[in-house]
């Protein structure tokens, strides 16, 4: 029997992915180098673990894949959760990896392209305006409705029963990245809080194009973490959306009871 919801886990946070790369782009190409993740120096001995992976509520004993086998799984979840309409939204080879690298690099200035488990968002990125003053058109905003329907769709408790029954291939990823003694679902919990503290904006947003790229005006809002700013480029309506989920699957992962 197929876990459903299994690549549900990440959904939520994979959808504030979506377009990592495509950082304000105009007309002209996007460098083609691409930035990589640098985990922070280790420090003597081994980390204490914040927020241990709650006790599962479920039966499930069905073995799990191996890592490297585990993409036949991941894609039948999927399509199963949420339909098959949904498997254009998923890139579908390392699945699992490209999940630990993205939560890992949302709190990052960059996030690598290729390792996104996610397909670029439809459409061109709109501006109001000109180069002397630019501002993010709205309708930018609709490009990301149809994956954003998706996460709110989503029953967050299910996602997070088979997130702890299938927590060990991303354990075993998130060390594979170069965190040996790290905890991925400290991780995880760190990447939604960032994600959480997303401000609200109200009114125009300006941009300015020193380069290729458009970037915010506001200094303060470019030195935002990517997995902020992706939020803010997807409106205030569907990033409303996601950070509810957020605040579901973060109450759940934390929620550990005493082992029996």
Do not use: C, W
């Not at 509520?57 to 399509?79: E, H, R, W, Y």
């Not at 199963?80 to 579908?92: D, F, H, S, W």
């Not at 125009?204 to 470019?222: G, H």
């Not at 759940?252 to 009871?257: F, G, L, S, W």
């Amino acid at each position: 029997m197929v876990n459903k919801p299994m690549i549900g886990v990440a959904a939520v946070v994979l959808v504030v992915g979506v377009g990592i790369a495509y950082y304000f782009h105009g007309r002209s190409a996007l460098p083609t180098s691409e930035p990589t993740a640098v985990p922070p120096p280790a420090a003597g001995g081994e980390p204490p673990i914040e927020h241990p992976v709650p006790g599962s509520a479920s039966s499930q004993s069905a073995p799990l894949p191996p890592l490297n086998a585990s993409d036949l799984a991941m894609k039948d979840a999927l399509s199963a959760l949420v339909g098959a309409n949904a498997m254009q939204y998923v890139v579908p080879e390392d699945i699992v990896r490209h999940v630990v690298v993205t939560i890992d690099n949302l709190p990052r200035q960059k996030a690598p392209a290729a390792k996104r488990p996610t397909v670029a968002v439809q459409g061109s990125f709109l501006v109001e305006g000109d180069e002397l003053h630019a501002t993010l058109d709205p309708k930018n905003f609709t490009r990301y409705d149809p994956m954003v329907n998706v996460v709110r769709q989503l029953d967050m408790q299910r996602v997070a029963d088979t997130y702890i029954h299938f927590y060990p291939l991303f354990q075993s990823a998130y060390q594979n990245l170069g965190y040996p003694n790290g905890y991925f679902n400290d991780r995880l919990v760190q990447v939604i809080d960032s994600l959480l503290a997303t401000p609200q904006l109200s009114g125009p947003i300006e941009l300015s194009r020193p380069n290729v790229l458009y970037t915010f005006a506001d200094p303060k809002l470019e030195a935002l973490p990517a997995g902020e700013k992706l939020l803010l480029r997807m409106g205030p309506d569907n990033a409303a959306v996601v950070k509810g989920k957020l605040k579901e699957l973060r109450a759940i992962v934390t929620a550990a009871p005493p082992k029996h």
